[in-house]
């Protein structure tokens, strides 16, 4: 990246890269993934966002299940705050207490399985 290529050791020559745009992703380190060094990062812009809050998620999907019950009888609507409640108790949860680890780093949690829920 910074010398505009690579060098070929088999053929003992450089290989000159042009007009090529990296693009890369990541989570972060822990449970199998690695620091990445500073030297690599430099070329590139990081762009990061924050999880949402309890509050947030409560508003969205509150949203969501009042749109999908409103046709229902009040007792049904009644039960949509305990449903949401005991769904982000579970979805809390698995997030802490299930973690990925190098063997299994495919057990990742993620805001999709809280939305399958509903």
């Not at 380190?29 to 998620?57: A, K």
């Amino acid at each position: 990246m910074d010398h505009n290529g690579w060098y070929n050791r088999k053929e003992l020559i450089k290989i000159d890269i042009v007009d090529i745009v990296f693009l890369s992703a990541m989570g972060p380190p822990g449970g199998g993934r690695s620091e990445i060094s500073t030297r690599l990062v430099r070329h590139f812009n990081m762009i990061t966002y924050n999880n949402f809050g309890e509050t947030d998620l409560r508003k969205i999907f509150s949203k969501i299940l009042t749109s999908f019950l409103g046709s229902y009888e009040e007792g049904v609507k009644g039960s949509i705050n305990s449903l949401i409640t005991a769904t982000l108790e579970v979805y809390n949860s698995v997030e802490s207490n299930l973690l990925p680890t190098p063997n299994k780093s495919h057990y990742t949690f993620n805001l999709r399985d809280m939305a399958s829920v509903f």
